[in-house]
């Protein structure tokens, strides 16, 4: 997800975005330690979605 997609969202679709994004985290994380993921970085590119979408809720908050 790029961040001019996040910029667009609003706050409350930013906080459903996290928890849908950290779930699907958490299940490839389980299913790489049980069997080796075809793309491993997709576990790195889900992570990064979310501190992307975390970074910019923080901002919005702060401001």
Do not use: F, G, W
Request: proline share 3%.
């Amino acid at each position: 997800m790029k961040q001019s997609e996040i910029k667009e969202m609003s706050v409350e679709v930013l906080s459903e975005k996290i928890a849908e994004y950290r779930k699907q985290y958490a299940d490839l994380k389980l299913a790489h330690s049980v069997t080796p993921l075809e793309n491993p970085l997709q576990i790195r590119q889900v992570r990064r979605t979310v501190a992307r979408l975390a970074t910019e809720l923080t901002k919005r908050d702060n401001q």
